[in-house]
């Protein structure tokens, strides 16, 4: 609670989360409470490794029949959070009117709707589908609350962050465990409970089955339209004197228990939405119906992009959509998700398991069914870390063998999504805007910042590979994101990017090596590296304008006036020193073609690398490049580097670019006395910049669509069933179609020119995946 005025008491606040309407009655529920606060700071504690997930003897091995039980512990704990959203709505709107979020509200009650007309149904409980036990359930809240709790204490430094965050997910896991052990009970109370009804009077919210996180309205940087932030946000507004009218927060007391709201709130909200990132993967997307992960891979990356050591997160769900970050803050928001990561795949290696593709002890816990469902789904983990001295880039395997691992693992996996990160770095940035001037300066909340890190992750199943191997073979040059470039350092190999190997996820001892050795690899990225930051301390004395960017050419015009004065010079020397030596010559002309010829020479040198080069800029021994390849004649800078660096750096530039080539920037000259981008850009230059081209599957046919991870991106995603429509007007880079056999024929083996588009035209179904033409370019 804030401390406002040490003499003012406010006794007649309510719990959130309180037990007593589900036959819990006080003391009991302080019991539990207790219990959790031991279990949590134990959990918490520094140099305290993770726990792994321990399951029953149903999940001894991660066969398809174990999935099915990991989607039935995902959709019971929806069921659950779903109580609790709907409990702290009715709360809010008895007490805070300004904090109900509607949404929550409607999506919550329609969930324990259609479980309770679930379990009504006569044939329920004769269903064949694997059930969890209680006891995994309980254990799988306890692993989910450890791994929310360390990634969240891991984003930001401060005595009142700590007590908050422990606090609230004290009182959630409790609940969450009350529920869930009478799940049908607890939903029909919760559901008498509707103290908001008179509100939700006149909402009419169509339920088409639609994912669950279209529902959450977000666009394609991750904003969250129907935020429940945003209430938050004008109710802090108002308690601190932000908004004109105060008339509801004149009395001492009357701001206390708005800010105990918000307080509880703010951090409840988050809390849960961490959950809901959790479980919408396990479970499936689609409201209505639950599905299993059986055939997938998710994949979380924090790569090099090559400039200022700048990195970039990209992450691939279990539907194959993409998502990515390089704000500089989640990326370090998203160090402590990878650290619990690191520690979560060491707690996995602890597990015993039993051999692979043995199932036989689930037969006895399950229905009579194929012996299929009870073999190994080859769960497959790679991953590599460079996170602290004790990194290393070489990619590491493991075969998860039983679903005990598996949960381990792909917890702090699913916490490590940008979608998450980008909540978490928002909600510490609201904390610290909502704090009381007194505890920000006694007790300030801070975000961790922490060194530059890399990091590579993959989960997969046998199955997808198999899956992919035969999807791929129709797209040749489109792959997922664990065989990407970006993986490691191979986008640092130079532009040579084709004859980078894509590993399999699964070993293949037939497969020919058809790429150079990965100790070649690394000596070139290492060489490239050498190279990048060489160009990037030249590139760093440009001086970028409006319409061009300004070089400084000392030692150019320096060699050419040296050159100029020694023929002006040596034609006066040769003139006065021949005298009247030779008959009928005048010796001074000589000294006038040799000063005819040093004219020559400057007026040569001026002009033949740049169309417009002012005497005044010239004689200050500066140039003023209006396109690439004038920078790229000047500096003697490759032009894909120069291409990747502007684009890297635009958000941060006065540039503004014309020319052929520009549509992948942002900020076009109206004019035509713009920059001029007349070099087709690369798909080297593309990924060295931040550039990411996604095959998708469009109404047409084949396309791409760029997913833009250049410095200053928050949060942008391509998602299958997606559109590059949006409400504010945002023009997106697409490419509508890709090039057939025929004109591939027609360009004799050259280059296939891709056609980029700028607009919100593109719709496609789904997600192909990462689109790696070495010999595209992109116009």
Request: net charge negative.
């Amino acid at each position: 609670m804030p401390a406002l005025d040490p003499r003012l008491v406010v006794d007649d606040l309510p719990t959130f989360d309180d037990l007593a309407e589900y036959d819990v009655d006080e003391e009991q529920q302080l019991r539990l409470w207790d219990m959790e606060v031991k279990r949590l700071v134990d959990a918490v504690q520094p140099g305290t490794p993770l726990q792994a997930f321990n399951g029953t003897e149903a999940l001894n091995v991660d066969s398809r029949r174990s999935y099915e039980i990991l989607s039935d512990l995902a959709d019971g704990l929806v069921v659950a959070l779903a109580v609790l959203d709907h409990d702290g709505q009715n709360l809010v709107v008895d007490h805070q009117k300004g904090l109900f979020e509607k949404h929550l509200f409607q999506r919550s009650r329609q969930t324990l709707e259609r479980f309770c007309d679930a379990e009504a149904e006569p044939h329920h409980s004769d269903s064949d589908q694997p059930t969890a036990s209680a006891e995994d359930r309980f254990r799988f809240v306890d692993h989910c609350t450890a791994v929310i709790a360390r990634v969240l204490l891991a984003a930001a430094e401060g005595k009142h962050w700590q007590i908050f965050i422990l606090a609230t997910l004290v009182k959630i896991s409790t609940k969450l465990k009350v529920v869930l052990a009478k799940p049908a009970q607890c939903a029909r109370v919760s559901l008498d409970n509707n103290a908001a009804g008179p509100y939700m009077e006149k909402l009419s919210i169509p339920d088409h089955g639609h994912r669950e996180r279209r529902q959450q309205g977000f666009d394609v940087k991750g904003f969250q339209s129907d935020s429940p932030m945003n209430p938050l946000l004008q109710s802090i507004l108002a308690a601190r004197g932000g908004q004109p009218n105060k008339s509801d927060y004149e009395g001492r007391e009357d701001v206390l228990k708005t800010f105990y709201f918000i307080q509880c709130t703010k951090y409840r909200l988050v809390m849960l939405l961490m959950f809901e990132y959790l479980m919408v993967p396990l479970r499936g997307s689609y409201r209505l119906v639950k599905s299993s992960l059986t055939s997938f891979e998710i994949c979380a990356m924090v790569y090099e992009t090559g400039f200022e050591q700048f990195r970039t997160m990209v992450f691939q769900d279990n539907c194959m959509d993409l998502s990515g970050s390089s704000d500089p803050g989640m990326i370090s928001v998203a160090h402590g998700a990878f650290v619990v990561l690191k520690e979560a795949i060491k707690a996995s290696k602890g597990l015993s398991a039993p051999p692979r593709n043995t199932g036989d002890n689930q037969a006895s816990h399950g229905s009579p069914g194929n012996e299929a469902t009870n073999e190994s789904a080859g769960t497959h983990l790679s991953w590599s870390f460079w996170i602290d001295e004790t990194g290393s880039q070489t990619v590491q395997e493991l075969d998860l063998r039983s679903m005990s691992q598996v949960i381990t693992v792909l917890i702090p996996l699913l916490m490590a999504r940008p979608e998450s990160i980008y909540q978490i770095s928002k909600f510490v940035n609201m904390v610290i805007f909502a704090d009381l001037d007194g505890n920000r300066q006694d007790n300030p909340v801070k975000p961790k910042t922490h060194e530059a890190y890399t990091a590579f992750v993959c989960l997969t199943t046998k199955d997808f590979v198999l899956n992919q191997q035969k999807t791929f073979a129709d797209h040749e040059h489109t792959t997922s994101l664990s065989h990407a470039l970006m993986r490691r350092t191979n986008v640092l190999a130079g532009d040579r990017i084709g004859v980078v190997r894509r590993t399999s996820s699964f070993p293949n001892p037939d497969q020919i090596a058809e790429a150079e050795d990965q100790a070649t690899i690394q000596s070139r990225v290492r060489a490239h590296q050498e190279e990048l930051k060489k160009v990037s301390a030249q590139m760093s004395e440009w001086v970028v304008e409006e319409t061009g960017i300004m070089v400084n050419t000392k030692l150019y015009v320096t060699s050419v006036m040296a050159v100029a004065t020694l023929l002006v010079c040596g034609g006066i020397s040769v003139g006065a020193s021949i005298g009247e030596r030779i008959t009928g010559v005048d010796p001074f002309n000589i000294a006038t073609f040799c000063w005819v010829l040093a004219a020559f020479v400057i007026l040569f040198c001026k002009t033949v690398r740049v169309h417009d080069w002012p005497w005044n800029d010239f004689f200050h021994r500066r140039v003023l490049c209006k396109s690439v390849t004038e920078l790229s004649s000047v500096t003697g800078v490759k032009p894909d580097l120069i291409l990747a660096k502007l684009l890297h750096d635009e958000s941060r530039t006065l540039l503004e670019t014309r020319g052929p080539y520009n549509c992948v920037f942002n900020r076009k000259s109206e004019s035509q006395d713009g920059f001029s981008i007349n070099v087709p850009i690369s798909t080297w230059t593309m990924l060295l910049s931040g550039l990411i081209m996604v095959e998708v599957e469009g109404e047409q046919g084949g396309g791409l669509v760029c997913l833009d991870l250049r410095r200053g991106a928050k949060l942008l995603s391509v998602e299958n069933l997606g559109s590059h429509d949006s409400e504010e007007g945002k023009k997106f880079i697409f490419c509508d179609r890709l090039p057939g056999q025929d004109e591939k024929l027609v360009s004799g083996g050259g280059a296939d020119r891709m056609q980029l588009k700028r607009g919100q035209e593109m719709v496609w179904m789904r997600a192909v995946g990462v689109y790696e033409n070495a010999n595209a370019e992109f116009v």
